[in-house]
């Protein structure tokens, strides 16, 4: 059986959206002829914890941890200890004011201001974890010597892991597998996120270098596909492939489904960017307005949530009494709620930079069979799959009445027993399954070792 050394940041016990597509590669990659060496960082994470999600990798499989040292993190420690102050103790021990004009104090805060963004511009470019690469460079050449590895593999985000698989690329002369997760200088926060051009553009010849270097460049999203293929085949070749992110029949087996009482809404994940509640939320109080008789038999769950954010747009709209947040839940408690529930919540906001985006909860949505109201980027690609999968309602452009209207026909449903579960009609897309999306990894690495 062939070899493949995984290097991933995001890895159990870490509980991450991330770290699901890789426990799934990880779990089925030996029914289809690869024995996987996973790499990844010494616990403890500063993230939260499911140590119940080693129940899905087979116990003999090898996983080596590193090191790592963040000193973005301990930057920002030291600087909030420094402080500018303008009072401080002469040699009696008596307090002295600092006299400084106006326009000096200014133009000094200005300064460090200035240095202080350039200093973490530095230390996180291209991410804050850039500095795994010291200990788990090594670690990894060490390792394909040891296992006799045959293949690289590594997942990102944090993109800096792309930067290990191109070094032991050099040294090794092994074939490396490049899996973007999310896109790295084309996601739709880059720009955002990413403020001085002299780093943005040392970013774009990083991912330009891995893309050389790489054997193959895999993408969870066809249309993030298609983008890299525009914007690098003619440089490197068309080395690239999609395997979109899904689900695994196991995980919702023997699951018990939360029973409620009343018509119940479920959002699993964040909210956060572009991923903004309010146009659902204002939504909610029209309905609920315009039929107050409904407001006791009416609930929303928010499965991952918990933040002043969140609470504040509860009392804008009046709608603290219907909204329940719970915070994080371990994955399998939180598909409870989706199985349980009546109506799916999946916001992306409208922006067309995002329209490339599938987020991970949409395959996790999908096996309950439940509808999904989905708020997304017009001609998306989320909202190209719940359309071909009759899987719900699909808003694309921020319209109020089109969630009145859109609730108004699902509580109706829920009031004459029509809400009835699709899930026997989903269940048998076998492409949204982790074991079939394995076997497209499997035959990558099969080519690109052959």
Known sequence: MKKVLIIAYSFPPMAVVGVYRTIKFVKYLRDFGWEPVVITLKEPFDWSYNPELFKDIPQDVKIYRTRLFEPLVWWENLTAKMKHKNIQADDSGEVAVIAHSEQTVEKSKSLIKKIRGFAAAALSTPDKSLFWLATALPKAYRLIKKEKIDCIYVSTPPHSGHLIGYYLKKLTDLPFVADFRAPWTQNEYFDDYKKINFFKNIEKRMELAVHKSADAVISNSTFECEGYRRKYAPLV?????????????????????????????????????????????????????????????????????????????????????????????????????????????????????????????????????????????????????????????????????????????????????NLKSKTSEIAIIEQYTRRYQTKQLAEILDRVTN
């Open 237 to 417: 070749g068309d080395k690239f492939h999609p395997i979109l992110n899904g689900y695994d029949p196991d995980d919702f087996k023997n699951l018990p489904a939360k029973t409620y009482d009343k018509f119940t809404i479920v959002y699993i994940g964040g909210l956060y960017g572009r991923r903004n509640p309010n146009l659902f939320l204002e939504g909610v109080k029209l309905f609920l307005e315009r039929h107050p008789e409904t407001r006791k038999d009416f609930q929303m769950m928010f499965i991952g949530i918990n933040d002043t954010s969140l609470k504040s747009s509860m009392k804008k709209y009046d709608l603290a009494d219907v909204i329940h947040a719970k915070g994080f839940l371990p994955q399998k408690e939180a598909f409870t709620y989706l199985l349980g529930g009546h109506l799916l919540l999946l916001i992306l906001g409208f922006d067309e930079r995002g329209k490339g985006v599938i987020p991970a909860k949409l395959f996790e949505y999908l096996p309950t069979g439940k509808p999904i109201l989905a708020l997304v980027p017009p001609n998306g690609e989320t909202a190209k799959i719940i359309t071909d999968n009759k899987a719900g309602i699909v808003i694309t452009h921020p319209d109020v009445e089109k969630v009145v209207n859109a609730l108004e026909k699902y509580y109706n449903d829920y009031r004459q027993g």
